[in-house]
């Protein structure tokens, strides 16, 4: 009789925990090594989905490896070679960064982010990906009573997963620095390790009993039903669609909702509770429940996240697309966990899952940036996903082809009005309105799945089209660091005559205006006014900076150089070459070219370029990478603050553009500045005046002495007052941020 037959809550117990506890690593990893890396490339969501794929391919190459050594070794083989491996594993201990890392600053960054967690953490990061399938696979042959259908365990390790993934933002981040996570996570590493070494005990003990007995069963049971292709194909959609799925949505949110880190982690818990559903007993009562609620939920989703988004705050829009992605995830893999095969396939159905998954997460990340020129790859990925639905897997190729005559036909209908009527923009209500009840007349047509998939995807993007021609979109590029678009909008002048200007935008973020005539191009806007703070000081001090050598982390569209003299030195910190370019094509914006056209532009991470500069270089440095809600947590650290003063004159100024939808920053600066003995005033602006695309903004100055912004205090051109003081959080450092305690 098999060793803990009869014993079986301990053996339960031993590979519950050995399961949950490699999830909860490797889920504490993925946002420990993000959030080392983020600061070298700007903060960028780019670098999460970056570093997503990595994941994902290692869980392939660990997931294989799982599958080749339980499919072609004996028990006794299978543990010297996995306890081997981990052994060898532990020589990258204590995890760790490569010392004097430069990332690329002209190319795109992907591989050399693949390489540099490869060389960090790669041979851990393995042994974490092998656990769930090997784990799994060495229970099955047990002879445990449930050993036949090991699947639960997945539940266990996404539990973890999950677990992790919450706890890291609330509680792991606020109370650890990074040093110390790394520490930590080193020894849960190692205590890891000897979990799984007593799996493999207890296989080789069983394994012997077994064989001394001569019960073992092959390693290929003749019961189990041969696999199809077709079967091994529909695996691999149902997994590849969720994984695209979850990256598109993480650049969506970032992109159209709101560029906040925090938010990064909605998508994921959603995808991680999926599967903890679906391979529970839970799956059965809900997974027909979730197919009938898809449809109907998808006729609001659709009309007010695609047709008519500007009717809902932001929180309702998220609310919305997180709901659809939840749905999607939950049939598909719904559909996975119900197809799951006999435990002697196991480890061939996690290594198509994995492997699909991978695929979808290098769709996003390789092919999409190339493809498409905004974030097209997510309605793909939502239509792909209702062509999921169980009941299209039993369709022949005739019954597919007669249910896309109804999408074609509609989509000849919208492409004929699209380029026929000249005035498309004049019918927009509608237009709108005509969508909506197509969406709620489609919904009758959702057991033809095929039709009813390609009728939403002609609907989703006939409402695309329609705000993109809206926007008036002059150019629109997408590059790792996001989408870059310039439109065209217009204003009435004081004669309520139109006037055109120019608008650079970061997704949803507005990063610059300008207004074209001859009269107003040399006139800063938006976030740079003349009566706003930036306006105040360079007035206030405007007898005094004849030969300031100034610096400006963050370009926009250049407009603060539109405050500079002839006798002035400028340089322009700018981590995406595209805005770079943007910035100096005449054609969209002209401040650099009228009003700076000698100033020096660096393209990098702005912390790593000061770095080369000569100490007490600077009269005046302008953080300026702040005014998007992704905040580079890098730049505001003690140890950045120390930099940057170390770049500045003994008199200079440092300033930061704090405007954020989000984050409470002015916290941030506050705590710093009474640390480290700053004097510090704070304007936080709102126009008095209805003039043309001047807004509200928020700046805080910094100096060594408040003799040095004695000039602003005392003006009578602005309202600059002395900063709140903050006790409630530690200071910002390196080692330790938390995005958390500053949430607004």
């Known amino acids: 009789m098999p060793i803990f037959q009869n014993r079986s809550t301990p053996l339960i117990l031993l590979f519950v925990s050995t399961l949950f506890s490699s999830a909860l690593l490797m889920f504490i990893l993925q946002p420990l090594f993000g959030k080392l890396l983020l600061p070298l490339l700007g903060g960028t969501p780019a670098v999460w989905n970056s570093c997503m794929v990595f994941y994902q391919s290692l869980l392939f190459i660990g997931y294989l490896y799982a ?90 390790s996404n539990t973890g997963s999950l677990v992790s993934l919450l706890s890291y933002p609330f509680f792991i981040e606020p109370n650890w620095g990074l040093s110390s996570q790394q520490a930590d996570w080193s020894m849960g590493y190692f205590g890891l390790c000897i979990f799984i070494a007593l799996c493999g005990v207890v296989l080789w003990k069983n394994y012997q009993v077994s064989q001394s007995s001569e019960s073992e069963k092959p390693i290929l049971s003749e019961q ?110 719904g559909e996975l966990a119900a197809q799951r095969p006999h435990s002697t396939h196991l480890t061939t159905y996690y290594l198509i899952m994995s492997f699909a998954g991978m695929l979808g997460g290098m769709f996003n990340t390789f092919l999409a940036p190339f493809v498409f020129n905004g974030i097209y790859e997510y309605p793909l990925m939502i239509i792909a996903a209702l062509l999921l639905r169980p009941s299209a897997a039993k369709l022949n190729s005739k019954e597919i082809a007669m249910q896309l005559i109804d999408p074609l036909l509609l989509l000849g209908i919208g492409a004929g009005m699209y380029f026929s009527v000249t005035n498309l923009i004049g019918y927009f209500d509608g237009i709108v309105i005509s969508l909506i009840i197509l969406t709620i007349a489609i919904y009758f047509l959702r057991k033809r799945v095929v039709a009813y998939a390609g009728l939403t995807g002609v609907i989703i993007c006939a409402a695309m089209s329609l705000h993109h021609a809206e926007s008036h979109t002059l150019m629109q590029e997408r590059t790792f660091f996001g989408v870059m678009a310039v439109r065209e909008s217009v204003l009435s002048d004081e004669n309520n005559q139109p006037e055109a200007y120019h608008e650079l935008f970061h997704g949803t973020t507005k990063h610059g205006a300008q207004r074209l005539i001859d009269a107003e191009s040399k006139t800063p806007l938006t976030y740079y006014s003349r009566p706003s703070p930036m306006g105040q000081l360079f007035k206030t001090f405007d007898h005094a900076n004849e030969n300031w050598n100034i610096g400006v982390v963050g370009l926009g569209a250049g407009a603060l150089a539109c405050y500079a003299k002839p006798s002035q030195t400028w340089t322009l910190y700018e981590i995406d070459p595209l805005v770079v370019d ?94 480290m003995h700053l004097a510090a005033l704070i304007n936080e602006f709102k126009p008095q005046t209805d003039a043309p695309l001047i807004v509200a903004t928020d ?43 500053i949430w607004k």
């Not at 080749?68 to 960064?97: E, F, N, T």
């Not at 598109?248 to 880190?261: C, H, R, Y």
């Not at 408040?706 to 530690?730: C, H």
Request: aromatic share 14%; charged share 10%; net charge neutral.
């Open 67 to 156: 599958h080749l050594i339980a499919s072609r070794l004996h028990a006794h083989h299978q543990v010297i070679v996995h306890l081997s491996v981990i052994a060898l594993s532990l020589l990258a201990l204590p995890i760790a960064l490569p010392e004097n890392l430069i990332p690329p600053t002209q190319s795109n960054p992907t591989i050399w982010i693949f390489s540099t967690l490869a060389f960090a953490i790669g041979l851990p990061f393995f042994i974490l990906s092998t656990t769930s399938p090997l784990m799994q696979k060495w229970f099955s042959n047990m002879g445990h009573k449930n050993s036949a259908d090991p699947y639960f365990l997945y539940a266990a």
């Open 582 to 675: 943007i910035a100096k094509n005449t054609d969209y914006f002209t401040y650099l070219s009228q009003c700076a056209p000698n100033a020096i532009s660096e393209v990098g991470d702005a912390r790593l370029s000061l770095q080369n500069k000569p100490d007490g270089s600077f009269d005046l440095l302008m953080m300026d990478a702040f005014s998007s809600d992704a905040v580079p947590t890098h730049l505001l650290t003690k140890e950045a603050i120390e930099l940057y003063f170390k770049k500045l004159k003994p008199n200079g100024i440092l300033a930061f553009h704090i405007t954020n939808r989000h984050l409470l920053l002015k916290k941030v600066v506050s705590i710093h500045a009474e640390q």
């Open 224 to 333: 189990a039903p041969t696999l199809s292709w077709k079967t091994k194909i529909y695996w691999g959609a149902l997994a590849f669609v969720p994984s695209s799925l979850l990256l598109g949505l993480t650049n969506f949110i970032s992109t159209d909702i709101a560029s906040v880190p925090l938010l990064w982690i909605i998508p994921l818990t959603v995808y991680l509770l999926s599967f903890v559903i679906v391979f529970s007993r839970w799956n059965d009562k809900s997974h027909g429940w979730l197919i009938k609620l898809q449809p109907l939920f998808f006729i609001p989703f659709v009309a007010y996240a695609f047709i008519n988004p500007a009717d809902l705050p932001y929180w309702a829009y998220l609310g919305f697309h997180v709901i659809a992605f939840f749905f999607a995830v939950m049939v598909c893999h």
């Open 699 to 741: 700046w805080v100055v910094l100096a060594k002495n408040m003799d040095t912004l004695k000039p602003l205090q005392t003006s009578q051109i602005g309202s600059w007052q002395k900063m709140p003081l903050y006790f409630d959080m530690p200071a910002w450092t390196d080692d330790f941020t938390n995005i958390v305690s």
